[in-house]
């Protein structure tokens, strides 16, 4: 039988991304140290990029429910040397029981996932960044209840978080505000496969309004430092500060996926501030990748 894995939001239904975050809420407000589902469960890390929040949550939930986890540098392994993916995947699918992979290309992970025999997990890649929008809808709907219906504002790169959450968009059905500078819209594949649900707007303050959530994320991306200053100049209007949050709806909430750059994307104002919930958003990680590992591991 095939595993079942997560590469992609799409690879959920609405019921189950719901329920997912249910879960995840649950295990958050219900943490029970005797409760081990992954007993003796070993997954394997592979990254290929640099990470804080999903090596250290990944680990922990491992480790919250009697797993372990293993962290492998592509330096350090034979992958780093040319090992062909496909016989990566087949030798370390045949020793643990998942593998999540942070990678610069996402067909990396799709190609590892149709070679390996246990569930796989993108934690991460050029173009999309599931994990995390597990724990940022966990987020809203801990705050403000189901999401449907609502209006998102993705302000700045048409990046990995930004395919992310038009995915999100798709299967939870809210709408998606979109404000990116011109030459850093999203990929259009994406963009068509979500129809009406994705608007696009020319300016920031106006994609802002109406948002019950504003959402975004790093000028450049990991793998993209040495455009910096170029992006610096192109994303100037492009920066989420008190004006953008004023434009929004009144009890609107801020969200970024972190690590930030106060002073660039988001003010320190806005970040900071009360309408920001950064800093439950990256703990819930935990909790939502907890709920992912039971799904995918124990079928449940
Ligand atoms: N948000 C996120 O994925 O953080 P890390 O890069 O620290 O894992
Ligand atoms: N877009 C960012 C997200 C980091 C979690 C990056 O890819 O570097």
Known sequence: MNPRHFISLLDLSGDEFRALIHRAIYLKNHRDPDYQPLKG???AMIFEKSSTR??????????????????????????????????????????VDCIMLRTDRHDTVTTFAEHSSVPVI??????QHPCQLLADMQT?????GDIQGKTVTWIGDGNNMC?????????????LHIASPEGYYPD??????????????????AAAEHADLIVTDVWASMGQEQEQQLREIAFRHYQVNSDIMKAANADALFMHCLPAHRGEEVTAEVIDGP????????????HAQK??????????
């Open 163 to 175: 395919h992310s959450y038009i995915h999100a968009a798709m299967v939870l059905d809210f709408t």
């Open 275 to 286: 309408q920001s919930i950064v800093f439950a958003e990256a703990e819930n990680r935990l």
């Open 140 to 144: 809203y709907f801990e705050q403000r």
């Open 188 to 205: 259009a594949d994406i963009v068509a496969a979500a129809g009406a649900r994705v608007k696009f707007f020319d300016t920031a303050i």
């Open 41 to 43: 469960k070993v997954m």
């Open 54 to 95: 999903t090596r250290i949550s990944f680990e922990a939930g491992m480790a919250h429910f009697g797993g372990s986890a293993l962290f492998l540098s592509p330096r350090d392994t034979q992958l780093g040397r040319g090992e062909p993916l496909q016989d990566s995947a087949k030798v370390i699918s045949s020793m």
């Open 291 to 300: 709920a992912l590992l039971e799904f995918l591991i124990c079928g449940k």
């Open 122 to 127: 993108n934690g991460l890649t050029d173009q």
